[in-house]
């Protein structure tokens, strides 16, 4: 049994609207559906717009959803009240794409890492205080500056503090929204192997979202792309990538820059004529699914 299991997730957005007229509707999540297993890393990819976020932020609902329903460890999240949706965020949390702005820059690293336990009233002070020392160590942060404010931190070092904050309730489920893209790429293969490590070392499952390929082939079990809020192909990261069936992904793996500067690879570029939006996904091989 999935630990996530998404089903029809659908959110639309009014843009536009006023007193007296009517707003236009915008599908940002249309009709998708997917299963996370535990312990897995799921990609979700596309490019900015597709609908990768929003989705994301769906399962947590930090953005309510307007229909469809998000199973977690077999208990529709969409239903549950909103104490018990309290108690289900310590299970489920989010480390969003940018550690500039995900910060509260009047807070201490310690207060910031701290907070969630507070919020939930686990511990004395104390106890806090010995689990958010844990918590810098374990993210490869110096419990030396627990004092100090986000702006006297790199921003590689920002990011691992909100790691840090998201794995304070021992959480099993991450929503990973573009954790690198603000980082420089050298940091980017710091921050993506820590990921790796404290997966396996916690058994974490991760929901990782993101717009570079190269990384998502790296870190995935399974990749899910997205068009215009539509997932249209999934499957296995090796087969997907060795064998993409959409036009959408054969756009996008065609754009992944080649090391060797002598190598051909020819670009394709999307004509959007070529997309049956109303295509149904249709399984291509074993686990492979594309809505061709």
Not at 273 to 278: E, G, P, T
Request: with cysteine.
């Amino acid at each position: 049994m999935a630990l996530v299991d998404v089903s029809h997730l659908v959110k639309r957005f009014v843009r536009g609207g006023g007193l007296l007229r009517r707003g236009t509707t915008v599908n940002a999540v249309d009709d998708v559906s997917f299963a996370i297993d535990e312990g897995e890393t799921f990609g979700l990819v596309g490019e900015s717009g597709s609908g990768k976020t929003t989705t994301g932020r769906c399962l947590l609902r930090l953005i309510e959803p307007t229909a469809g329903s998000v199973t977690f460890r077999g208990e529709d999240v969409l239903a549950l009240s909103r104490a018990r949706m309290r108690l289900a965020r310590r299970d489920m949390q989010i480390v969003f794409q940018d550690p500039y702005s995900s910060l509260n820059p009047r807070m201490r690293a310690r207060q910031i890492v701290e907070e969630p336990l507070v919020i939930h009233g686990l511990g004395a002070k104390e106890a806090r205080l010995e689990r958010v020392a844990e918590l810098f160590r374990l993210v490869g942060l110096d419990t030396a500056h627990l004092e100090r404010y986000p702006h006297e931190f790199s921003g590689g070092q920002r990011q691992r503090i909100g790691l840090a904050r998201a794995l304070a309730l021992n959480p099993s489920f991450l929503v990973l929204d573009e954790p690198v893209s603000a980082l420089d790429v050298s940091v980017q293969a710091q921050v993506v192997n820590l990921l790796l490590d404290l997966q396996q070392q916690l058994k974490l499952t991760y929901l990782f979202i993101a717009h570079d390929l190269r990384l998502v082939e790296h870190i995935s079990n399974r990749v899910a792309v997205m068009y215009l809020g539509k997932i249209v192909e999934t499957g296995p990261t090796a087969a997907l990538f060795a064998s993409p069936q959409h036009p959408y992904t054969r756009a996008l793996l065609s754009a992944i820059p080649v090391a060797d500067p002598d190598a051909h690879k020819r670009r394709i570029v999307l004509d959007p004529a070529s997309v049956n939006r109303a295509a149904p996904l249709r399984e291509i091989a074993a686990g492979h699914w594309a809505a061709i």
